[in-house]
């Protein structure tokens, strides 16, 4: 007999409970966000609406099936399982979140508050979900395949992300190391930008694993990010240097890469600012500072942490996000 699929349902604790396990009472909560001019009424409201879709979820899930129930924050210690179908329900940048952990697994995503999310990715309905699942297990279920970017250490440590990975230091201090550009089979097209003079960039051959560029740089870290964070903070540094390149699409095995502020000096350069990555490419960062950390969509408490010498690599990630049309 078949293992029956598990449903695993990850939510993120809500402004209201939030407010409730730092005030201690709704009445101290209350009077917080008076004495501050917010009303608790709002909060409360949406605490509720969010409570009744996820009962409303929990309700769909069809009877035979395993069931599982994980909050944002316990997502780094949640194991689940290739036969699970996950079902995101709250914001788009839970989808996200959830994404790095996965391997594959079909998801449904959720939308908790119609009307105040956009619904890039979270495109369904809490009443839909029986419906939703059906259909994720079935042999007609159609999906979209969203890529996702990888940074893989030296020393083994592995990052996914949907939207973006940021390379720097923690504490917003400059960050130090050497930037180099890797070949994908045939060869570059156009890897890189060059908008400033000092720095030396190099060119090599056209191999795999041969090195195309490399500079020394101080900058304010790298952010490299796929077609799903084109609408967020990849967006916002695509603008500043004019979009000269097309945005990938969500789908599309591409990544667009920028160097925020770099800083030209006598042993660092500005030569390498921008450039695209597709599959088979990589951008490789040497830490020549006391510590560096690779983080992805924003999620800070779950980084790679990097030191003197060791090397990263960031590029298209093998595994996509198998999000349900």
């Known amino acids: 007999m078949s293992l029956a699929p598990r449903a695993v349902i990850v939510h993120r604790t809500t402004e209201y409970e939030e407010l409730l396990a730092r005030h201690g009472t709704h009445g101290q909560a209350e009077f917080f966000l008076t004495s501050r001019g917010r009303s608790i009424r709002e909060v409360a409201e949406r605490h509720r609406r969010t409570r009744r879709a996820l009962t409303a979820v929990s309700a769909g899930v069809p009877a035979r099936w ?15 399982a290739p036969e699970d179908v996950v079902v995101v ?5 839970l989808v996200a979140n959830t994404a790095k952990y996965l391997a594959g697994q079909p998801v449904v995503g959720i939308d908790t508050d119609p009307g105040r999310n956009t619904g890039v990715l979270v495109r369904h ?6 419906r939703l699942l059906q259909a994720a297990v079935g042999r007609g279920a159609t999906t979209d395949e969203l890529t996702m970017v990888e940074a893989l250490a030296d020393d083994t440590q592995r990052l996914v992300a949907l939207n973006e990975i940021y390379l720097g230091r923690p504490d917003h201090q400059t960050s130090r190391y050497r930037l180099e550009i890797d070949g994908g089979p045939g060869g570059p ?7 400033a003079s000092g720095g030396g960039a190099e060119g090599a051959g056209h191999g795999s694993d041969e090195v195309l560029a490399g ?3 101080a900058s304010s870290g790298v952010l490299v990010g796929t077609g799903t964070g084109a609408t967020g903070w990849l967006r916002s540094l695509w603008g500043e240097r004019g979009g000269a390149r097309p945005l990938p699409a969500p789908a599309e095995a591409r ?8 800083w030209p ?5 500005t030569s390498l600012v921008d450039g695209d990555l597709t599959a088979g490419q990589g951008l490789r960062i040497t830490v020549e500072c006391d510590r560096l950390v690779a983080f992805g969509d924003g999620m800070e408490s779950d980084a790679l942490e990097l030191t003197w010498g060791q090397s990263v690599r960031v590029g298209v990630s093998d595994t996509s996000l198998r999000l349900l049309v």
């Open 66 to 80: 395993r069931r599982a129930r994980v909050e944002r924050s316990d997502l780094d210690r949640f194991l689940f």
């Open 125 to 130: 309905r809490a009443g839909d979900t029986g």
């Open 255 to 262: 990544l667009l890469w920028f160097v925020r502020e770099a």
């Open 215 to 217: 500079e020394a740089q």
């Open 265 to 269: 000096s006598p042993t660092t350069g």
């Open 89 to 93: 329900a709250g914001q788009d940048g």
């Open 189 to 195: 097209t156009g890897p890189a930008r060059a908008t």
